[in-house]
């Protein structure tokens, strides 16, 4: 394990820029939100000045409504032309509340900061600039409340299938569906991942789910990324960014106690967020669904997401004998799976249709501590490690135990990040 932890600091180096670090270097060259989050774990244990900059340098490009982008660009003049969809792409300063000295995206993607600064705070104490970070935190979660809980049941509406991190995951088909193709023809895309990624054709989306993307990133800066279009065809309660919402809130209101600030209205919020949960999203299979919010639906099928509610402890009695059965049964792959590899819309190699994420494996893990499951928790963990033992510190990896290669970027970020975090946790 001494090695791993040598080439997960190594990955890190690599990767840091002037003040955060890129996910990975060919394939994004940029700074990402719930990446830099698990990133700073990783720093953590390793230097805590880049750690502390790693968080800064994220909420640099923070609006003043509150919203946190999901790409920060720095220095889009000089690495513009690497990434599609571009800075002037998204042409963020169209709404009156984007930063003027940073170009950013228009959605965001899950908040993972205050568990991380929790994290953060525990490990090198409370601080100024922590407290200026839970400061700016706070009013990430107040934005969310105040522009996504639609449902006005505690629980936040995602409006683009990259907000969620789970970019193409089958449950997203039928919303994305919705736009038709006659919409989709004047809408131009120029991919460079697909240049950048061996095999990409079977291990990236296809054009014309990108097609899809484009169209309503293009749907939602038509009204400033500050509202839901009319008719808006994707509109999600997701299981993963609500899970870690949710679990960021109670790190939140413990860190606010600590900084005495007035956190009730945030306690109360969060209460009807897990009643919520825990009633709203659980299917008669006996597994956690994202809501589709257009029909008001429960999109069937289980995925790694369905078990991200462990992190934040969202489960009543009975949904925990349900689940733990069910991940003992589903450690028989190498990892928890991103979706169900018996379901007819299971891909191996697809990115978040099949193959195994280290990130949503670690909130698993961290999930199966916190209930006091610690045989299933260092089962798992032990799973985790000895995949990036054998193909390195990908982006992604195979379910399929005798695969050659795993996929994506290569020497990608919360990947070293989280294999740290797990290491140090021994």
Not at 112 to 131: A, Q
Not at 394 to 404: G, I, L, R, S, T
């Amino acid at each position: 394990m001494k090695d791993l932890k040598i080439t997960a600091q190594s990955v890190l180096e690599q990767n840091w820029r002037e003040g955060y670090t890129v996910p990975s270097a060919k394939l994004y060259p940029f700074q990402w939100n719930w990446d830099s989050g698990f990133i700073a774990l990783g720093w953590m244990h390793l230097e805590e000045e880049k750690a502390m900059q790693e968080m800064e340098s994220l909420f640099s490009g923070q609006w003043s409504n509150g919203f946190l982008p999901h790409i920060v660009f720095h220095h889009a003049d000089k690495f513009g032309d690497q990434y599609f969809p571009s800075a002037k792409y998204w042409d963020s300063r169209t709404s009156e509340f984007a930063p003027k000295n940073v170009a950013t995206s228009g959605i965001s993607q899950p908040p993972v900061h205050g568990y991380v600064l929790e994290r953060m705070v525990e490990k090198f104490g409370m601080k100024d600039r922590l407290k200026a970070l839970i400061g700016k935190t706070l009013k990430l979660h107040q934005y969310y409340y105040d522009y996504r809980d639609t449902l006005k049941n505690g629980l936040i509406n995602i409006t683009h299938n990259w907000e969620t991190g789970l970019d193409n995951a089958p449950w997203w088909d039928e919303a994305l569906q919705r736009i038709s193709r006659d919409e989709l023809a004047h809408v131009f895309i120029d991919r460079r991942d697909k240049k950048v990624v061996e095999n990409s054709a079977d291990t990236r989306p296809s054009d014309e789910e990108y097609k899809r993307y484009i169209w309503q990133l293009n749907a939602l800066k038509d009204v400033h990324y500050e509202s839901i279009p009319a008719n808006y065809p994707y509109q999600m309660v997701e299981l993963t960014t609500n899970a870690i919402f949710l679990a960021s809130g109670d790190s939140l209101i413990r860190l606010g106690r600590q900084c005495r600030l007035d956190v009730s209205l945030l306690e109360k919020k969060v209460k009807q967020g897990k009643e919520s949960f825990s009633k709203v999203l659980w299917n008669e299979e006996g597994y956690f669904s994202p809501m589709d919010i257009v029909n008001g639906q429960l999109i069937p099928g289980w995925g790694a997401a369905s078990f991200t509610p462990l992190f934040a402890q969202l489960l009543n009695e009975e949904q925990q004998s349900i689940v733990f059965k069910h991940l003992k049964n589903i450690l028989k792959y190498p990892a928890v799976p991103s979706f169900d590899p018996k379901h007819s819309l299971y891909h191996p190699m697809k990115y978040w249709r099949g193959p195994i994420w280290i990130n949503m494996n670690y909130l698993i893990w961290q999930g199966l501590k916190a209930y006091g499951k610690t045989e299933l928790a260092n089962q798992l963990k032990g799973q985790v490690l000895a995949l990036v033992e054998k193909y390195g510190f990908m982006e992604y990896f195979p379910v399929d135990p005798n695969a050659p290669t795993a996929y994506g970027g290569e020497n990608f970020s919360w990947t070293a990040s989280l294999v740290l975090d797990m290491l140090e946790s021994d």
